[in-house]
């Protein structure tokens, strides 16, 4: 497995990450728990060392089942995990919306050592922006937490660019987690730029777009009321119908290239940048193999600037979150 290296700080991570949300949260009915600890197990016998969860996830049980799969093999690892969102520590329940405050956040920190069966938070990222605390007592909060050795890298996620700067002053931002992929190119217009200025990383969430790119979605593709993309406006059945151009262009891709439609996704977004590390998720050692397999494929500077032209003649339909969702995000 390729490496790369995050932020300034030089956090060192495999190329290819593992999202582990989807293993029992918002894509449907989970894995046994016992499945899900035998395929992150797998991922890191298959070289990968980067493992993204956060408390928000189940809430809680997430982070519990990342802890357990990974407790004989944490020396080997980077685990990353969030805080941010207002939820009741003993119940679980969502109070209301964001809750980064200080006393909060060290709150959340503690928490999550005890799940995650370790001592020290590798990478800890805001989950969204709380525009009711600034930035500079969160980075502040965060340093503090650096210093008494209980996390180790500082991240934001989904933050506008003011807030990665005014963040960064106070505490070195070693990686920024945001959406990304052939299907949302939004970050390429200030975050990408402002992060090589910064000499931060960047970590891309949903880098198959959910797995419309993989190609298996369709318009007659359905989903159950506990899969998240049930109510996303662009998986609606009349936007998917439009986004099937995209799919279209990626499977010609991945035949020229003798490779899968994932497998071009991936490679497209490890192509851009040597500090992008996309953290695809799945439920199946076959796909995750399947994965694994981006890192071997090549583009040219031709083949990039093809794929961005044909790109540009693609007109793409609905937003990639519910508006509230969409609200919370690039403050």
Not at 170 to 199: D, I
Request: hydrophobic share 40%; charged share 25%; glycine share 10%.
């Amino acid at each position: 497995m390729q490496k790369r290296k995050l932020g300034k700080n030089n956090l060192e991570v495999s190329a290819l990450g593992f999202g582990c949300m989807g293993l029992n949260y918002l894509y449907g009915k989970p894995n046994e728990e016992s499945e899900s600890i035998a395929l992150i197990r797998a991922a890191v016998e298959h070289g990968v060392t980067l493992f993204d969860t956060a408390e928000a996830y189940g809430p809680f049980t997430n982070e519990e089942l990342v802890g357990e799969a990974l407790a004989p093999v944490r020396d080997k690892v980077v685990i990353a995990t969030k805080f941010g969102f207002d939820i009741d520590p003993k119940t679980g329940v969502r109070r209301g919306g964001l809750n980064s405050r200080p006393e909060h956040i060290r709150a959340v920190a503690e928490a999550s050592l005890k799940r995650l069966k370790t001592d020290v938070i590798d990478l800890f990222y805001q989950h969204r922006v709380d525009p009711a605390v600034p930035i500079e007592d969160v980075a502040g909060a965060i340093k503090g937490l650096i210093a008494e050795g209980k996390v180790r890298h500082f991240g934001l996620s989904e933050p506008g660019v003011e807030t990665i700067r005014r963040a960064h002053a106070v505490q070195p931002v070693t990686a920024v987690q945001s959406e990304y992929s052939l299907w949302y190119r939004g970050p390429e217009t200030e975050v990408l730029p402002l992060l090589e200025h910064l000499g931060i990383g960047f970590v891309c969430f949903s880098p198959l777009g959910a797995g419309f790119l993989t190609g298996t979605i369709d318009t007659k593709t359905t989903f159950d009321k506990s899969d998240f993309r049930s109510g996303v406006p662009r998986f609606a059945p009349e936007a998917r119908e439009a986004n099937m151009a995209l799919v279209g262009l990626v499977r010609a891709i991945a035949a020229r290239k003798k490779a899968t439609p994932a497998q071009i996704a991936l490679a497209w977004l490890l192509a851009q940048k040597p500090w992008i590390v996309p953290i695809p998720g799945t439920k199946k050692l076959s796909r995750l193999e399947e994965n694994l397999g981006a890192v071997g494929i090549d583009f040219t500077p031709a083949d990039l600037k093809e794929i961005d032209a044909a790109l540009t003649k693609i007109k793409l339909a609905g937003s990639r979150l519910p508006d509230a969702a969409l609200a919370m995000t690039g403050r």
